[in-house]
């Protein structure tokens, strides 16, 4: 049994390191964009007698910094560890995803559409949380990949049938290829992966573990078909899932 745990403990570990990892090149997708730009339009701007045409390109150029300075602020909250867990809104955790990944969105033209209907804050530990939701969001846009399509996210207040908790309801969902019954089985097994020596397997099985330990579910329901397929996936947290 010790021997077990200490097994899954250090397959946590590796998992963190590799999302890090993922999350490392998908920062740096982000910031080399605007870091281009800002390069170009100083160059235009300092070879310009016209100075009106020269405020214009700095002003362009001020825009872009604001966004590397959102995207490094984001990155550094978002393996942050927290020693407890605290109040944090929806939005806020989501958030800290999509601006990660615009770039990303955009090469897979993959259209994003939001509908937030919860504004009252969840007690979690953010960077576990966070880690759910870049897992989701990833596999989402992954599912996608070569074809495009549309990732909706959605949250609202909800109850929990099973304990009558209140709590918040994130909802995942994309027009992917969809995943087949039988695959539907295995997705939150350690190891079990359907992309190759590109996946870990160990994703979709630590996102439940945290949301387990949050006292959430995540639930997922899937569709394959011509003009019907797609996966969505639920994300239940209580507003106590953890004591601050």
């Known amino acids: 049994m010790t021997s077990r745990v200490e097994f899954e403990a250090a397959l946590r570990e590796s998992e963190k390191l590799a999302a890090v990892g993922r999350l490392a090149s998908s920062i740096a997708h982000e910031i080399n964009n605007p870091l281009s730009s800002v390069m170009n339009l100083l160059y235009i701007a300092q070879n310009s007698e016209n100075l ?12 872009e910094m604001q966004r590397v300075k959102l995207i490094a602020s984001q990155s550094l909250r978002f393996y942050k560890q927290s020693t407890k867990p605290n109040a944090v ?9 999509l601006d990660i990944h615009k770039s990303r969105f955009l090469n897979a033209q993959v259209m994003v559409e939001r509908r937030e209907r919860s504004a009252q804050s969840i007690v979690c530990m953010e960077s576990e949380i966070r880690q759910v939701l870049n897992n989701l969001i990833s596999n989402a846009v992954d599912a996608m990949h070569g074809k495009g399509g549309r990732l909706l996210i959605r949250s609202r207040e909800a109850t929990d049938w099973r304990t009558g908790a209140r709590g918040v309801m994130m909802t995942i969902a994309d027009s992917g290829t969809g995943i087949s019954p039988d695959i539907i089985k295995h997705i939150y097994q350690a190891f079990f992966t359907t992309k190759g020596i590109g996946g870990t397997g160990l994703g979709l099985w630590i996102s439940s573990e945290i949301v387990e330990r949050h006292h959430g579910r995540l639930l997922v329901r899937s569709r394959q078909g011509n003009g019907q397929a797609g996966t969505v996936f639920e994300l239940f947290l209580p507003f106590q899932g953890l004591s601050s």
């Open 52 to 63: 009106a045409e020269i405020k214009e390109h700095l002003a362009v150029a001020d825009k």
């Open 89 to 97: 809104k929806c939005s806020e955790l989501i958030n800290s995803v």
